[in-house]
């Protein structure tokens, strides 16, 4: 026996489910195809609270990366494994097809600011500039005529842009926003201090052969600079100078999942062998410091003296057992490493996936719900 429903109820129910549907918005999947695979990460939001939604990382073979129609059988399964909702997407080119520079031109009254952005671009770039696709961040918006201005210049070739942006259109998903790294690390970080904050902090993203010295000051980006250092000259040094190969070398600096694991029963010998790693290694990293103590003058002096709080490590080296602890005997600077996910709700649901490499991942699928944008 069934029993019909009141008429007005039925009349209500549409109205009920898209209340409903309302107070809970998707945000977009942030994707970033990295070494160590496709990484996807997913908030919702309801009210003010941003939850993690759903995470991934899959492995990305090399099949994939070339045919749109392997990654998009991929992508599909992976979404309906992990529960992504929609296709809209959030996603960058790999580092090494973006230059990053930073720039400085004289603002002149009646002088159109992109103009001489484009012209001092033109300088410092050997190639016609018409082959790029140019996008650039006031870093010292206020300034009075004839005052220094300051740009973040982040530019890629036109030609790799349009191929990464129609492979992922056949791939079936709906790019919103293509980005530089560093603009979602700077939001992610941006939210996990609150976005009101007003402190100077600095990110350090270390990747295979490049490293992202960051610098923000409240929710400005002010400063970034990429130097040649990286996983690969590290491991480079280690063999070299221990006779090992690369595997070996790898090994000993175990992954940061690993580490958590581990370090609380590690033993002295285990200790003493990282210890030794890092010695050798060190000759290496006071140049990495030398290029972080100019990050940190520069900060001070574009903020009226106020020093840099906090210095946080992503990417491949972070994962690297004793790499906060190493870091932070260099420097007088409070040290750790980026946890994506610390902060959010529902992270527990999602401790598989604490690794430090998601962090761009993690910043790109927070656009549009924050402030930071």
């Given at each position: 026996?069934?029993?019909?429903?009141?008429?007005?109820?039925?009349?209500?129910?549409?109205?009920?489910?898209?209340?409903?549907?309302?107070?809970?918005?998707?945000?977009?999947?942030?994707?970033?195809?990295?070494?160590?695979?496709?990484?996807?990460?997913?908030?919702?939001?309801?009210?003010?609270?941003?939850?993690l939604s759903a995470s991934a990382l899959v492995p990305f073979p090399d099949e994939a990366?070339?045919?749109?129609?392997?990654?998009?059988?991929?992508?599909?399964?992976?979404?309906?494994?992990?529960?992504?909702?929609?296709?809209?997407?959030?996603?960058?080119?790999?580092?090494?097809?973006?230059?990053?520079?930073?720039?400085?031109?004289?603002?002149?009254?009646?002088?159109?600011?992109?103009?001489?952005?484009?012209?001092?671009?033109?300088?410092?770039?050997?190639?016609?500039?018409?082959?790029?696709?140019?996008?650039?961040?006031?870093?010292?918006?206020?300034?009075?005529?004839?005052?220094?201005?300051?740009?973040?210049?982040a530019m890629a070739q036109h030609e790799k842009v349009i191929n990464y942006l129609e492979y992922l259109r056949e791939a079936g998903l709906a790019v919103k926003v293509l980005e530089i790294e560093s603009t979602a690390i700077h939001r992610l970080v941006s939210v996990k201090h609150g976005c009101d904050h007003e402190a100077n902090l600095i990110t350090v993203s270390m990747g295979y052969a490049r490293t992202y010295i960051t610098v923000l000051?409240?929710?400005?980006?002010?400063?970034?600079?990429?130097?040649?250092?990286?996983?690969?000259?590290?491991?480079?040094?280690?063999?070299?100078?221990?006779?090992?190969?690369?595997?070996?070398?790898?090994?000993?600096?175990?992954?940061?999942?690993?580490?958590?694991?581990?370090?609380?029963?590690?033993?002295?010998?285990?200790?003493?062998?990282?210890n030794a790693l890092y010695s050798v290694l060190k000759p290496q990293f006071m140049m990495l410091m030398e290029d972080i103590n100019r990050a940190l003058v520069y900060a001070a002096s574009e903020t009226r003296g106020m020093p840099v709080e906090h210095i946080y490590l992503t990417n491949l080296v972070a994962t690297w057992r004793g790499i906060e602890n190493f870091i932070d005997s260099l420097i007088d600077v409070p040290v750790s490493v980026l946890l994506p996910f610390e902060g959010f709700s529902n992270k527990e649901a999602f401790q598989s996936d604490i690794d430090p490499r998601g962090a761009v991942a993690t910043g790109m699928a927070l656009h549009g719900l924050t402030e930071v944008g």
């Open positions: 026996m069934t029993m019909a429903l009141p008429p007005n109820l039925v009349q209500r129910i549409p109205a009920i489910i898209g209340r409903r549907k309302a107070a809970i918005q998707y945000g977009p999947i942030g994707i970033d195809v990295g070494s160590n695979g496709l990484r996807l990460v997913q908030f919702k939001q309801s009210g003010d609270d941003v939850e990366k070339r045919s749109a129609k392997q990654a998009r059988a991929l992508i599909k399964q992976t979404f309906r494994k992990h529960g992504f909702v929609g296709r809209d997407v959030v996603t960058c080119l790999q580092p090494e097809d973006v230059k990053i520079m930073m720039i400085s031109y004289l603002h002149k009254a009646g002088k159109n600011d992109e103009e001489l952005i484009v012209q001092r671009i033109a300088e410092r770039v050997d190639d016609d500039i018409q082959n790029y696709v140019i996008d650039f961040m006031m870093v010292r918006p206020q300034v009075k005529d004839e005052q220094e201005r300051s740009v973040l210049v000051s409240g929710r400005r980006l002010i400063y970034e600079r990429d130097i040649n250092f990286g996983e690969q000259q590290l491991i480079e040094l280690l063999c070299k100078e221990l006779d090992l190969d690369e595997h070996e070398a790898r090994t000993m600096l175990v992954s940061y999942k690993e580490n958590l694991a581990t370090d609380i029963g590690r033993d002295e010998q285990d200790i003493s062998i990282t």
